[in-house]
């Protein structure tokens, strides 16, 4: 399975990014039907669930981020996305892509699951 993340940057607050995660061929055909999502470690914290998407499309979104994060994927191009809008300096953190085995929600990451090697995202004015 692999999974690479790209995207990340500096940005002010209230500005915008898309991350995007490109899985192999071989890993969408697969678990492509499976749970996608992203999940993010600021410092100093606990990795904390952002957004999933599961094979039926249907999504679920951290308290934090709802009506300012958009999850979705391109199955033409094995490629799931999270567009950031109205970007906050505690959005700050590492985004790790994941490919979520066991339970398809924001609350937890237990289980056996893929992790891409994160990207890292900075909101400071």
């Known amino acids: 399975v692999q999974l690479v993340e790209s995207g990340g940057g500096s940005v002010q607050p209230g500005g915008s990014l898309r991350l995007s995660c490109v899985a192999s061929e071989y890993t969408y055909s697969t678990y492509g039907y499976y749970c996608m999502g992203w999940f993010r470690q600021a410092p100093g914290k606990k990795r904390e669930g952002v957004a999933i998407?599961?094979?039926?499309?249907?999504?679920m979104y951290a308290d934090s981020v709802k009506d300012r994060f958009t999850v979705s994927k391109d199955k033409t191009k094995y490629t799931l996305y999270l567009q950031m809008d109205s970007l906050k300096p505690e959005d700050t953190a590492v985004y790790y892509c994941v490919l979520l085995t066991t339970v398809c929600t924001v609350h937890s990451d237990a289980g056996r699951n893929y992790w891409g090697q994160g990207t890292l995202v900075t909101v400071s004015s």
């Open positions: 998407i599961d094979g039926s499309g249907r999504r």
